[in-house]
């Protein structure tokens, strides 16, 4: 009985999230119906009349899918392994400071870009990389080469889009990989030292075993990104011209849905994507628990 | 016995160390570089030249950006959202993180709601049902629609929810005793030591909104509505300076010391301020949050 009580109580505590849950989240999520209607601008949603598979259909028919479906996977891809690699690499060698004030100094620093948005970064970067920007002019005065167009190249766009989102995030994503350095114990050194082992031999014998298992649970977890290339980035980047290799699943619903009003169909693919993300976590989640012990709550 | 081992070698450590700089200059350079070219003589801006430091020292642009009251006003509605996310996000986080934390067998519903935060964090509704949804809801336009669907941070929640847990059970079972029930043991044993979860929370909901754009661009209908990040995204990113040129865009006005370039790198240094302000705290209570928000039972 008492619990009961309590329970009132709880329920009560939770309210508040729950009404904007179901109000700004769980509503637009049933809304994805729309994806086999067709919308009535006056009935909405809930009043239109249903068309079944048609508007999945119409998705195979953009003529670039293949392209916009291999430029998301591409990026994606590309990031993940940077981000996996790059942090890693970063968190090791800062390991082999050991003047604290310097390791410090270092982590303030490189810790910065993550909190800056891609709205303040692609404004900064693409004056960098700008025809008349501060590369093309250094490159230009050292080397002697031509001004080069990195935003409008589609041989470059994707590889600066992993590059600028990697400078972004590598301190951060770095707080991992030190935190498993530091959970290392310190005799294991001293006892490879005595042993004669250099620096090498510690780093190969005692540092990556120590932090294998961290190494594989973010490799596990970072599956689930396989379809975010980072909209909020490209979407701040990118231009016509350089559509081809750098347009992707979420700033092709933008476009398609918001600027052309085709909204049944950029619904319809929309609901793919979120579907199969869906898909991804779970199994990421999934091999993550295996092999990594984790679990979310 | 470090110590010795490295005095034995210590061409490695130097390397280490120049690496690392390198590293924090390629972080911190961007940020400069834009730093430097807003306080220079624009035709030093466009020619490129500008570098680390400001050339032709002056603070034109920053003169140009007191006279735009659009850049002020988008100022004032980024700063009210986040003032209205921050402290009603941080109530209904809390509230709802106190009950979640409980055992099942304490509150029976619990594994009900924990189920629907996670799914929803994992199948989030599309983008063009949330903005049929907002527009259904007669918000398109409106503050409220930047602030009411951002105030359900499921992960945050979680957070807090894993925070709570850490704590020793025996503090619940005692203050039962002394006959508190759940509302006082929230706010006069719980919260009190909650704060440094707390702070990262906080932080976490500040930098978040203070960085959105992109609600504003999709619901907000004209200029004068949107928050800053979304206005500086449409003057300086999105509008070609020779399109707005040729448009006859208010340039000319600027006079011959202001070019665009000078003016925008003004414009994004005044939007990053709010950031490297509370850098500080930051960096102490993200590194510190993500550790303890991540305890597990």
Known sequence: MHNKLKSIHYHIMLLPAMIFLVIFTIKPLLGSVLAFKKLNPVKGIWGSEWVGLYNFKVIFDIPNIDRILYNTVFIAVMKIIAQLIIPLAFALILNEVRKLWFKRFVQTVVYLPYFLSWVILAGIFRDIFAMDGVINKISGTIFGTEPVMFLGSNLVFPFLMVGTETWKNFGFNAIIYLAALTNISPNLYEACDIDGGNRWKQLLHITMPGIKITIVLLATLSLQSVLNAGFEQILNFYNPLVYESGDILDTYIYRMGLQNNQFEMATALGLVKSAVGFILILIAQKLAGKFAGYRIF | ?297
């Open chain 2, 1 to 297: 016995m470090l110590t010795k081992y490295n005095k034995k070698v210590n061409i490695p450590n130097i390397i280490i160390y120049i690496i690392l700089l390198l590293i924090v200059f390629t972080s911190l350079f961007p940020v400069i570089n834009t730093i430097a070219i807003s306080f220079s003589n624009s035709s030093k801006a466009s020619a490129g030249v500008v570098t680390i430091y400001p050339i032709g020292f002056n603070l034109d642009s920053y003169k140009k950006i007191l006279q735009e009251t659009m850049f002020f006003n988008a100022f004032w509605i980024s700063v009210k959202r986040v003032v209205l996310v921050t402290a009603m996000s941080f109530i209904i986080t809390v509230l709802a993180a106190y009950p979640l934390s409980k055992e099942k067998k304490e509150f029976r519903s619990r594994d009900i709601y924990m189920w629907i935060l996670v799914f929803t964090m994992m199948f989030g509704p599309g983008l063009i049902p949330s903005f049929l949804n907002i527009k259904d809801l007669h918000l398109l336009g409106s503050l409220w629609a930047l602030v009411l669907p951002n105030l359900v941070g499921q992960f945050l929640i979680i957070l807090v929810v894993n925070f709570f847990r850490s704590l020793p059970k025996e503090l619940d079972d005692s203050s039962s005793i002394d006959g508190a029930g759940p509302w006082q043991k929230l706010f006069k044993i719980y919260l009190p030591l909650a704060i440094p979860i707390l702070a990262t929370i906080t932080l976490f909901i500040i930098v978040g909104q203070w960085n959105a754009f992109f609600d504003g661009l999709i619901y907000m209908n004209k200029t004068s509505q949107y928050p800053l990040q979304t206005y500086i995204q449409q003057m300086v990113i999105t509008i070609d300076p020779l399109k707005f040129l040729a448009q006859g865009g208010d340039i000319s006005k600027i006079g011959a010391t202001v070019s665009n370039r000078t003016l925008n790198a003004a414009k994004l240094v005044v939007t990053m301020v709010p950031v490297l302000v509370i850098y500080p705290y930051l960096q102490k209570y993200f590194v510190k949050g993500i550790m303890l928000g991540s305890v597990k039972e």
